[in-house]
């Protein structure tokens, strides 16, 4: 029924197709249970048709406008909180107004989609009146900044999207909402802290914190004793939450940051970290092979940032030089690894895994920046899967030797004044 089917990194199938004929028989099937407005023909553009919904409507989606403007969808509202029994409201048109929404009059609804609507559009204060609610996706709407308090009355809410919006906070009563299992709010720049009632989402199996400014997590995120997908992508954790460790049903924790000395508290945790892996401050560490890395197999990306930039500034130490050497060598990752990034590295020389081919036969992308004292980048061997290389800030670079094959796409060298 369904065919070329796409996964994410775990599997789970994110999007697939449908043949034709099976299209038109699940229409067949469904009757007037769903309901779509789909995009206009260029002659109902300038005059917009009158909508009729039928009767026992179920599932109603907005494809399009379909030439629809906010005075029939005065119209459209109208017959729609008359039907009582609509479970689905998925709005996946964003380019256009089409009235107010009066959500909280759909008291059957199930599932609300409302991703990527103007802040004309989205009246969200009174949404705890939804009680029957299962699945709210509010993401993309850069003018919501805060969640109604009311939104912690859903107490039968199981998955809530609300991934890259202006929100500073949650509510504070979130922990009442028990039937948590999938919260998403990645790229909220703006969340610092989580609120200590999180802990108390006893149901929740995965939390995505990616790209938010978080500095740490609850010390007590240990209580989340079902959670299994943590998203740490781009935060960076200045106190490692040791209870991590205490996640017993944990299966991956998708990208981290960390300052280096903090490297140690990841052992115990090798086999469950994906994504990317960011190491600042590596020039606190002594010894990199702490860091254990080759046994991360699930690593997708690596980024090593030293702090202090060096860009345009001469190194006169040369047994800090050596210490740096010595450490980029000991940080040597998995072969798995795709995506290699080093930012501030002060060392004449880079590691012997990254120019051995052997080592690394999954690398897709290196990308390095601000290595003043590297003369020369040498590959001793074809890179199989390389596709580009970035580099940036190499004052002192004079050549780049390498054996590769034309399956490499790109290169950028910029800011290399000697080569």
């Given at each position: 029924?369904?065919?070329?089917?796409?996964?994410?990194?775990?599997?789970?199938?994110?999007?697939?197709?449908?043949?034709?004929?099976?299209?038109?028989?699940?229409?067949?099937?469904?009757?007037?249970?769903?309901?779509?407005?789909?995009?206009?023909?260029?002659?109902?553009?300038a005059?917009p048709?009158?909508?009729?919904?039928?009767?026992?409507?179920?599932?109603?989606?907005?494809?399009?406008?379909?030439?629809y403007?906010?005075?029939?969808?005065?119209?459209?509202?109208?017959?729609?909180?008359?039907?009582?029994?609509?479970?689905?409201?998925?709005?996946?048109?964003?380019?256009?107004?089409?009235?107010?929404?009066?959500?909280?009059?759909?008291?059957?609804?199930?599932?609300?989609?409302?991703?990527?609507?103007?802040?004309?559009?989205?009246?969200i204060?009174?949404?705890?009146?939804?009680?029957?609610?299962?699945?709210?996706?509010?993401?993309?709407?850069?003018?919501?900044?805060?969640?109604?308090?009311?939104i912690?009355?859903?107490?039968?809410?199981?998955?809530?999207?609300?991934?890259?919006?202006?929100?500073?906070?949650?509510?504070?009563?979130?922990?009442?909402?028990?039937?948590?299992?999938?919260?998403?709010?990645?790229?909220?720049?703006?969340?610092?802290?989580?609120?200590?009632?999180?802990t108390?989402?006893?149901?929740?199996?995965t939390?995505?914190l990616?790209?938010?400014?978080?500095?740490?997590?609850?010390?007590?995120?240990?209580?989340?004793?079902?959670?299994?997908?943590?998203?740490?992508?781009?935060?960076i954790?200045?106190?490692?939450?040791?209870?991590?460790?205490?996640?017993?049903?944990?299966?991956?924790?998708?990208?981290?940051?960390?300052?280096?000395?903090?490297?140690?508290?990841?052992?115990?945790?090798?086999?469950?970290?994906?994504?990317?892996?960011?190491?600042?401050?590596?020039?606190?560490?002594?010894?990199?092979?702490?860091?254990?890395?080759?046994?991360?197999?699930?690593?997708?990306?690596?980024?090593?940032?030293?702090?202090?930039?060096?860009?345009?500034?001469?190194?006169?130490?040369?047994?800090?030089?050596?210490?740096?050497?010595?450490?980029?060598?000991g940080?040597?990752?998995?072969?798995?690894?795709?995506?290699?990034?080093?930012?501030?590295?002060?060392?004449?020389k880079?590691?012997?895994?990254?120019?051995?081919?052997?080592?690394?036969?999954?690398?897709?992308?290196?990308?390095?920046?601000?290595?003043p004292?590297?003369?020369?980048?040498?590959f001793?061997?074809?890179?199989?899967?390389?596709?580009?290389?970035?580099l940036?800030?190499?004052?002192?670079?004079?050549?780049?030797t390498?054996s590769?094959?034309?399956?490499?796409?790109?290169?950028?060298v910029?800011?290399?004044?000697?080569?």
């Amino acid at each position: 029924m369904f065919q070329e089917a796409k996964e994410d990194e775990e599997g789970n199938i994110v999007s697939c197709k449908m043949h034709d004929l099976v299209h038109d028989l699940a229409q067949s099937v469904a009757g007037v249970e769903c309901f779509r407005i789909e995009r206009a023909r260029d002659e109902e553009v300038a005059q917009p048709p009158t909508i009729t919904i039928p009767e026992g409507v179920r599932h109603v989606a907005l494809l399009d406008h379909g030439g629809y403007n906010s005075t029939n969808g005065i119209e459209f509202w109208s017959q729609l909180k008359l039907s009582n029994k609509v479970r689905t409201l998925v709005h996946l048109s964003h380019d256009y107004y089409f009235g107010r929404f009066p959500i909280e009059r759909l008291m059957s609804l199930r599932v609300l989609d409302l991703h990527e609507k103007t802040v004309e559009s989205l009246q969200i204060s009174s949404i705890g009146e939804l009680k029957h609610l299962r699945y709210l996706d509010l993401s993309y709407n850069l003018d919501i900044e805060t969640l109604p308090t009311s939104i912690t009355k859903l107490q039968n809410l199981q998955t809530m999207k609300v991934r890259n919006c202006e929100v500073e906070k949650l509510p504070e009563d979130i922990g009442n909402m028990k039937s948590l299992r999938l919260v998403d709010l990645s790229w909220n720049w703006t969340i610092k802290a989580l609120p200590a009632s999180t802990t108390k989402l006893e149901n929740l199996h995965t939390l995505n914190l990616s790209s938010c400014h978080l500095e740490e997590l609850p010390e007590d995120i240990g209580k989340l004793e079902n959670l299994h997908t943590l998203g740490l992508g781009d935060c960076i954790l200045e106190n490692f939450p040791v209870y991590l460790r205490t996640l017993t049903k944990i299966k991956r924790i998708k990208g981290l940051g960390l300052p280096a000395k903090h490297i140690k508290e990841l052992h115990g945790l090798h086999q469950h970290l994906s994504g990317t892996l960011s190491i600042g401050r590596v020039e606190q560490m002594r010894d990199g092979k702490e860091a254990n890395l080759k046994e991360m197999p699930y690593l997708s990306g690596l980024e090593l940032i030293w702090n202090n930039s060096t860009y345009g500034k001469e190194i006169d130490d040369n047994k800090a030089v050596e210490g740096e050497e010595n450490v980029l060598e000991g940080l040597q990752p998995h072969p798995n690894l795709k995506e290699l990034k080093l930012r501030g590295y002060g060392g004449m020389k880079f590691a012997s895994w990254m120019i051995k081919s052997s080592l690394l036969p999954n690398l897709v992308t290196i990308v390095l920046e601000d290595c003043p004292r590297c003369e020369s980048l040498e590959f001793s061997g074809p890179l199989p899967s390389l596709e580009a290389l970035w580099l940036s800030k190499f004052i002192s670079l004079k050549s780049i030797t390498r054996s590769i094959d034309d399956s490499w796409h790109m290169a950028h060298v910029e800011r290399a004044t000697k080569l």
